[in-house]
């Protein structure tokens, strides 16, 4: 695969999700550089040591500057197979958008994709990794690319669910599903100023076992679809694919990251 960026400079804004403000951002293309994220003259590249704070999103820090909510980028950034771009932020955080990575995609798409001279070699598996426990983990062996996801949760519009996939379809499969979360949480959110610009655009919302978006669900089973999109996300940090079977358990961005952080180390 050779290494990718977009063809011309592209300006999205957006309200945040925690701090309701606008957003601005703006994805220019780079050559080699992989992402990189800038604020206020500080670059910050998406990579797993720069990785600060995975409690409720992933977010890239160094010295006194936070850029929250990269993962969704990058998970569109991954769809498209985009190694090398520089984004530009007015804020701390990303715009939430729609709680998917499909307006990303198609923004991107509409800058057009560069391919560059250089090639991005695969990161290949050749030991397992294992992180957090059966309760709640990652595994990693060698084999060809695969996630096979699942989540267990009590309400019974999510129950358990699986999603496995292939590499194939992003876009259609993966890009559109939506993060997701419970009333009760966005109102503690909000108790302490988060969350601030949540709400039925930007998520699907649970209020018990019923949702409360009218337009309803995109897939049966967005809920795991989101979590496959966080981890080709969070993963994708490591600046290249990585080819191994992944097996995620309920599993979440700390882990995402922490799974990234030991295969990078696997391969120093
Ligand atoms: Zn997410």
Same mark, same amino acid.
């Given at each position: 695969?050779? *290494?990718?960026? $977009?063809?011309?400079?592209?300006?999205?804004?957006?309200? +945040?999700?925690?701090?309701?403000?606008?957003? @601005?951002?703006? =994805?220019?293309?780079?050559?080699?550089? &992989?992402?990189?994220?800038?604020?206020?003259?500080?670059?910050?590249?998406?990579?797993?040591?720069?990785?600060?704070? @995975?409690?409720?999103?992933? !977010?890239? +820090?160094?010295?006194?500057?936070?850029?929250?909510?990269?993962?969704?980028?990058?998970?569109?950034?991954? &769809?498209?197979?985009?190694?090398?771009?520089?984004?530009?932020?007015?804020?701390?955080?990303?715009?939430?958008?729609?709680?998917?990575? #499909?307006?990303?995609?198609?923004?991107?798409?509409?800058?057009?994709?560069?391919?560059?001279?250089?090639?991005?070699?695969?990161?290949? =598996?050749?030991?397992? =990794?294992? /992180? +957090?426990?059966?309760?709640?983990?990652?595994?990693?062996?060698?084999?060809?690319?695969? $996630?096979?996801?699942?989540?267990?949760?009590?309400?019974?519009?999510?129950?358990?669910?699986?999603?496995?996939?292939?590499?194939?379809?992003?876009?259609?499969?993966?890009?559109?599903?939506?993060?997701?979360?419970?009333?009760?949480?966005?109102?503690?959110?909000?108790? %302490?100023?988060?969350?601030?610009? &949540?709400?039925?655009?930007?998520? /699907? %919302?649970?209020? &018990?076992?019923?949702?409360?978006?009218?337009? +309803?669900? *995109?897939?049966?089973?967005?809920?795991?679809?989101?979590?496959?999109?966080?981890?080709?996300?969070? #993963?994708? !940090?490591?600046?290249?694919?990585?080819?191994?079977?992944?097996?995620?358990?309920?599993?979440?961005?700390?882990?995402?990251?922490?799974?990234?952080?030991?295969?990078?180390?696997?391969?120093?």
């Amino acid at each position: 695969m050779r *290494r990718r960026t $977009i063809q011309s400079p592209i300006r999205i804004g957006g309200i +945040g999700l925690h701090r309701g403000e606008y957003i @601005t951002l703006t =994805i220019k293309p780079s050559k080699e550089g &992989g992402i990189m994220f800038v604020k206020g003259g500080t670059k910050i590249p998406a990579s797993p040591e720069y990785v600060i704070d @995975t409690t409720l999103n992933t !977010t890239l +820090g160094y010295k006194d500057v936070r850029i929250s909510t990269i993962e969704h980028l990058m998970s569109a950034f991954y &769809g498209l197979g985009i190694t090398d771009c520089e984004v530009e932020i007015d804020s701390d955080e990303l715009p939430s958008l729609d709680g998917s990575a #499909l307006f990303f995609v198609r923004q991107l798409e509409s800058s057009g994709i560069k391919e560059l001279d250089q090639e991005v070699c695969p990161i290949v =598996i050749d030991s397992p =990794i294992i /992180v +957090g426990n059966p309760q709640s983990g990652i595994e990693i062996y060698p084999g060809p690319f695969c $996630i096979r996801y699942r989540i267990e949760f009590p309400e019974a519009i999510i129950g358990s669910q699986e999603f496995v996939f292939t590499g194939n379809n992003y876009i259609e499969d993966i890009a559109p599903a939506r993060t997701f979360g419970k009333l009760e949480d966005v109102e503690k959110m909000r108790s %302490l100023g988060l969350a601030m610009g &949540g709400g039925l655009h930007n998520a /699907v %919302l649970l209020n &018990g076992e019923d949702l409360i978006n009218p337009e +309803g669900l *995109r897939y049966k089973d967005e809920f795991v679809r989101h979590k496959v999109l966080d981890i080709l996300g969070d #993963l994708w !940090t490591l600046g290249a694919p990585v080819q191994g079977e992944i097996r995620a358990y309920k599993a979440n961005h700390r882990l995402h990251i922490e799974l990234a952080k030991k295969i990078k180390e696997s391969k120093q």
